[in-house]
C-alpha cells in the first residue's frame, strides 16, 4: 500500500498554490484582452477555463456520489450545490489536507490513532483523495491549460507585438503543463 509521506503533504499545498495563482492569471489574462479590445481571445480564454471546470465539477461530484454511497443523502445535496458554484475542487483539497495532515504527521504517535481509525484507512483516505485531484488536474491540463498554451504562442508568434502579460502567462502555462504530467 502507498504511503502519504510529508513529501506527498508539501505537494498537495504546492498544488492548492498553484490552481489558486491558474485562477487569478486566468482571469487577468482575459481582463487584459478583453480592456485591449481583443474580445474573441478573452471569450476563447474564459470558455477553455469555463469547459474545464464544467467537466471537473461533473466529475468530482459523480465521484463524490459513489464515495458516499449508502450515507447522509443531506451531506450530498449540500456537495452538489458547492458543485453547482464551480467550487468542488475545495472540498477535495479540504479533505486532502484533513486526510495528508494526519496520514504524514500524526500517525506517527499512537495516541492520535484511535481503535476505531487505524493508521491504514486514514493513509487509504488521503491517497485516494489526492488521486481524485490528480485525476481531475490532468483532465483540467488537457482541456484548459495545453489549448490556452497554444492560444498564447499563437499569439505571440502571429502578432509579432508581445506584451509582458502574454510572455507571463506563456510561461505560467508551460509550467503547469510540464508539472501535472
Known amino acids: 500500500m502507498m504511503k502519504f ?14 490552481y489558486v495563482v491558474d485562477i487569478g492569471v486566468d482571469f487577468w489574462v482575459a481582463s487584459k484582452y ?11 480564454i474564459l470558455c ?24 447522509n443523502t443531506g451531506k450530498l445535496k449540500w456537495i452538489f450545490l458547492v458543485h453547482v458554484f464551480q467550487c468542488g475542487i475545495f472540498i477535495r483539497y479540504w479533505f486532502a489536507l484533513k486526510y495528508g495532515c494526519q496520514a504524514a504527521f500524526k500517525q506517527n504517535s499512537t495516541r492520535d490513532a484511535s481503535e476505531t481509525d487505524p493508521p491504514n484507512f486514514i493513509q487509504k483516505k488521503a491517497v485516494d483523495v489526492v488521486t481524485d485531484i ?25 502578432h ?3 506584451n509582458i502579460y502574454q ?13 501535472l504530467t
Do not use: H
Open 48 to 71: 477553455f477555463r469555463g469547459l474545464s471546470s464544467l467537466i471537473t465539477q461533473i466529475f468530482s461530484y459523480e465521484w463524490f456520489k459513489n464515495d458516499w454511497e449508502g450515507t
Open 5 to 18: 509521506t510529508k513529501q506527498n503533504f508539501i505537494f498537495l499545498v504546492g498544488g492548492i498554490i498553484i
Open 160 to 162: 509579432g507585438k508581445n
Open 34 to 44: 478583453f480592456c485591449q479590445g481583443q474580445y474573441s481571445w478573452s471569450i476563447l
Open 167 to 179: 510572455c507571463e502567462s506563456a510561461f505560467l502555462l508551460n509550467f503547469q503543463v510540464e508539472y
Open 134 to 158: 490528480n485525476m481531475l488536474r490532468v483532465f483540467k491540463t488537457f482541456l484548459e491549460t495545453t489549448p490556452q498554451l497554444f492560444v498564447q504562442i499563437y499569439i505571440l508568434m502571429e
